[in-house]
């Protein structure tokens, strides 16, 4: 069974340190997630929004669980 890496704002090639550069919509106010704050977005999308995709370093780090 392959090992993958938790979907969420922490994996996600969008977290670019203090905010979100992907695009989603919000939970709280229907609005765009670009640019929102990481720590709300950790909050509003535990395990990562619609606009979620694997960071480098996060691919890389669950290619090595998988012995590749």
């Given at each position: ?33 670009y640019g929102m704050r990481m720590e709300d977005a950790e909050k509003m999308f535990p395990e990562g ?20």
């Amino acid at each position: 069974m392959e090992k993958k890496i938790k979907e969420s704002c922490a994996s996600c090639e969008f977290n670019f340190g203090d905010v979100c550069a992907g695009h989603g919509t919000r939970t709280d106010n229907g609005e765009d997630t670009y640019g929102m704050r990481m720590e709300d977005a950790e909050k509003m999308f535990p395990e990562g929004c619609e606009d979620y995709g694997i960071s480098l370093e996060s691919f890389i780090e669950q290619e090595k669980m998988n012995g590749r």
